[in-house]
């Protein structure tokens, strides 16, 4: 079976499901109730996340992410 292309809103859909799930695994709240000792590479990996999202959720910023490649979006 062949599915195609996929429109807009099943991705945003998806990247919304799948930061979620990371968020609430990274985030630095969560991990202390489960006891972790936050590390700075703890809160760079939340913040990694975050921005992606945010990156990717905005479609000018997808828009141009998509066209100039990660070092040339920051």
């Known amino acids: 079976m062949v599915f ?11 990247n919304k499901k799948a930061y979620k799930k990371a968020s609430l695994q990274l985030h ?4 202390a109730q489960r006891g972790k000792v936050l590390t700075d590479a ?3 990996a939340f913040l990694r996340i975050k921005e992606s999202y945010d990156t990717l959720s905005d479609p000018s910023s997808r828009a141009m992410y ?4 990660e070092k040339g979006y920051k």
């Open 4 to 14: 195609g292309p996929q429109p807009r809103s099943y991705a945003v859909k998806v």
């Open 28 to 31: 630095p709240d969560k991990l």
């Open 42 to 44: 703890d809160r760079q």
């Open 66 to 69: 998509d066209t100039l490649g």
